[in-house]
C-alpha cells in the first residue's frame, strides 16, 4: 500500500517527521530559494485552515502524523495526467479541497471538471487554468515547467485509490487537528492560540490588543471604515495610512510605523493626485522614501479564492523588497473588491468575510476595510453582520451644525464600535482643495488634504456670541442645509457651499420651541417675532447672508456652536 512506501519514500527524500514541530496557525508563508524547481510559497487551504512549512518539507502533528504531504499530492496528479481515465477510481474519495497547495487543486479541479463534463483535459487546459504555461508561479518557476515535472516524476506503479485515500485522511487530520501518541518530547504549540494564566496580561501591558493607531485600529484583525459619498472617508484612511508610513503621531494617537500596502480599487487610477495633494501640502519630495505600495487594479473577493490567493502572493513578494514589517493593508473600497456580491445577502456576505479572514491570518497586520453608507442610513450599507463581525468600525460624516470660519464643510470620524477598547472616540478635519498641476488643456487639476480641524476654531477669538433664540436658530439653519439644502442659483456667489428655502428653516426652529398642547395662534404670533429678531440679528452680525427666499450660514464663528 502507498501509506507503507512513506518511510522508505522519504527517506530517499531525505525527510523524517522530526524535521518539523507541530503546526501553527500561519503568520507569513515562506519561499524556498533552494535548487529544488518544485517548491513555491505554501498555499493557502480555504477549508482546513492556514498552515506554513519550511522550505519543502511538510506538516507533522506532535505524534508524528503527516498533516500535508506535497510528494503524494504530486504523485497523484502526474498519474492523472498520464492517465486521464483513472480519474474514475479517486473521484469519490478525494476533494481538490483535501490538498494543501493551492496549484495542485486548481490542476485536480480542472482533471475532475473534464470527467464530470465526460471527456478528458487537455495539457494546454490545465495551463490555461493556471494562468498560462509560461506564468511564474514561483521563483523562477513556470507553470508549463510545473505541469512537465508533474508528468516526468509521475510513479504510475502506485494503487491511486490508495494515493487519494491517503491524502484525504490528511486532509482530515488536519481539520480535527488528531494527534496519535502525542511525543511529548516534541515542542507544543497550540494553533489556538492558547496561554497559561501566567501568560495572559502580564503587569504593565494588560491590553489584549497591540494596536496600529493607539486606542483606534488594532494589528492583526479587521477594522471597517465607512461613509457617505463624499463623507471624506478615503481620503480620511489615505491621511491615516500615510502617518502609520512614516511613523507620525496621528490625530494625537501613537501609531505603529511600518509597510502599507494600500489597494485602491475604487479610483486607483486618481490616486497620484492624491498623492501630489498630500506631498504638497506636507513638503515631501516626489521620491521620497516612504513604506508605502499601491495596488491600483482591484482583486475579485467575490467570484473565487484566486485573486485573494494572488493577492496575498504579491504581498508576500512585495514585502521582501522592503525594510520595513508589513503593518496595514488598505482595501477601498468593499463594493469595489465584491463586484455582483448582494450586500444584503448573507450568504454572500459571509463569502466575501472569509476571504477576508485568509488575508487577516495570513499577515499580523491591521487591515482596512473602507465601505459606503446608505443615503440617510446611519449604519454601513449591507447586512448586518458587516458591522457585526469587526472589531472596530469608524464612522465619517459631515458635520451639520457647525462650518469653516470661511463656511466650509468640516468632516468628522467616530469610533462607532471598539470591542476591546474606546468607543465614541472621534475627531474631525477638513478638506481644503490644493491645485496639483494643469492638463493638457492647460485648466487646473486638483485633489484634497486632510488637515484637523481643532474644536478651538469653532469658537475662535472674537465669536459672535449668540443669544438662546439666535443659536437655536442656526441649529435649525443648519438642519436645514443638511436636509434640503441646493448649491446657489445665479445670480448668489458660487463660492456659497450651499443655500436652503427660509420655509425650511422656519420649519425646524418651531419644532424646537413651539409645544404642540400651547394656544396655536398665540404660540404662532411669539414665533414669528421671535424668529424675525433672530434672523436680523444674525444677518447684520454678519453670521448669516439672506437673499430672498435663500438663507445661507458665511461660516463666520459663533460661541457655543462646537460640535
Known amino acids: 500500500m502507498y501509506r507503507d512506501g512513506l518511510a522508505r519514500k522519504r527517506r530517499q527524500r531525505g525527510r523524517r517527521p522530526g524535521d518539523v514541530a507541530l503546526p501553527v496557525l500561519a503568520s507569513q508563508p515562506k519561499t524556498c530559494a533552494c535548487p529544488n524547481p518544485i517548491v513555491r510559497t505554501v498555499g493557502v487551504n480555504m477549508q482546513h485552515g492556514n498552515f506554513e512549512a519550511e522550505d519543502n518539507r511538510d506538516l507533522y502533528d506532535a505524534g508524528g502524523q503527516l498533516l500535508s504531504d506535497r510528494h503524494a499530492e504530486e504523485q497523484l496528479l502526474g498519474a492523472l495526467l498520464l492517465k486521464p481515465q483513472a480519474v474514475d477510481k479517486v473521484v469519490e474519495i478525494v476533494r481538490p479541497a483535501d490538498l494543501i497547495d493551492p496549484f495542485n487543486r486548481q490542476i485536480l479541479e480542472c482533471l475532475f471538471s473534464a470527467h464530470g463534463n465526460g471527456g478528458e483535459v487537455s495539457i494546454d487546459a490545465i495551463n490555461a487554468k493556471l494562468g498560462g504555461k509560461d506564468a511564474l508561479i514561483g521563483d523562477g518557476l513556470t507553470v508549463g515547467r510545473y505541469v512537465a515535472h508533474l508528468i516526468a516524476d509521475a510513479d504510475t506503479s502506485n494503487d491511486l485509490s490508495d494515493v487519494a485515500d491517503h491524502l484525504q485522511q490528511i486532509s482530515e487530520r488536519r481539520k480535527t487537528g488528531e494527534a ?128 485573494v490567493l494572488a493577492l496575498i502572493e ?41 476571504r477576508l479572514v485568509v488575508l487577516q491570518e495570513k499577515f499580523d497586520a491591521a487591515i482596512c476595510l473602507v465601505h459606503h453608507k446608505p443615503k440617510g442610513g446611519a449604519t454601513p450599507r449591507g447586512h448586518s453582520s458587516l458591522t457585526a463581525d469587526f472589531e472596530t468600525t469608524v464612522e465619517f460624516e459631515i458635520v451639520t451644525d457647525k462650518r469653516t470660519p470661511t463656511g466650509g464643510n468640516i468632516h468628522r470620524a467616530t469610533v462607532r464600535k471598539q470591542r476591546e477598547g474606546k468607543a465614541g472616540l ?138
Not at 520595513?324 to 454572500?348: C, F, H, R, Y
Not at 424646537?512 to 404670533?525: R, Y
Open 180 to 307: 496519535y501518541d502525542i511525543d511529548w518530547r516534541q515542542p507544543f504549540v497550540s494553533r489556538f492560540g492558547g496561554l497559561r494564566w501566567e501568560e495572559i496580561a502580564t503587569l504593565g501591558r494588560a491590553s489584549g490588543y497591540t494596536w496600529l493607531i493607539e486606542d483606534i485600529f488594532p494589528m492583526g484583525e479587521i477594522s471597517l471604515i465607512f461613509g457617505d459619498s463624499g463623507s471624506g472617508k478615503s481620503f480620511g484612511t489615505f491621511d491615516m495610512a500615510m502617518a502609520v508610513a512614516r511613523g507620525l503621531k496621528w490625530n494625537g494617537k501613537n501609531t505603529e510605523p511600518g509597510l502599507v500596502i494600500y489597494v485602491a480599487a475604487e479610483a486607483g487610477k486618481g490616486f497620484g493626485k492624491r498623492k501630489l495633494a498630500y506631498s504638497i501640502e506636507h513638503n515631501l519630495p516626489q521620491d521620497a522614501d516612504i513604506p508605502f505600495y499601491l495596488c491600483t487594479k482591484r482583486p475579485d473577493f467575490f467570484a473565487s479564492d484566486a485573486d
Open 314 to 354: 504579491e504581498i508576500i513578494t512585495v514585502s521582501k523588497t522592503y525594510s520595513q514589517k508589513l503593518v496595514l493593508i488598505v482595501l477601498d473600497t468593499l463594493s469595489a473588491l465584491a463586484p455582483g456580491m448582494n450586500e444584503n445577502a448573507s450568504q454572500d456576505v459571509s463569502m466575501v468575510r472569509k
Open 426 to 563: 472621534r475627531w474631525e478635519f477638513t478638506l481644503p482643495v490644493v491645485t496639483v498641476g494643469r492638463n493638457k488643456w492647460g485648466n487646473e487639476e486638483t485633489s484634497c488634504v486632510v488637515i484637523p480641524f481643532e474644536t478651538s476654531q469653532s469658537t475662535a477669538r472674537g465669536g459672535y456670541n449668540g443669544s438662546a433664540n439666535e443659536l437655536l436658530l442656526m441649529h435649525a439653519l443648519y438642519d436645514a442645509l443638511g436636509d434640503y439644502g441646493v448649491a446657489p442659483p445665479f445670480p448668489l456667489p458660487a463660492a456659497i457651499s450651499k443655500v436652503v428655502d427660509v420655509a425650511h428653516i422656519r420649519t425646524a426652529m418651531r419644532a424646537k420651541v413651539v409645544d404642540s398642547d400651547t394656544d396655536e395662534e398665540a404660540a404662532d404670533n411669539r414665533f414669528r417675532g421671535a424668529f424675525k429678531r433672530a434672523g436680523d440679528k444674525l444677518r447684520d452680525a454678519g453670521i448669516i447672508g439672506i437673499q430672498k427666499p435663500f438663507w445661507w450660514a458665511t461660516g463666520k464663528p459663533v460661541n457655543g456652536m462646537g460640535g
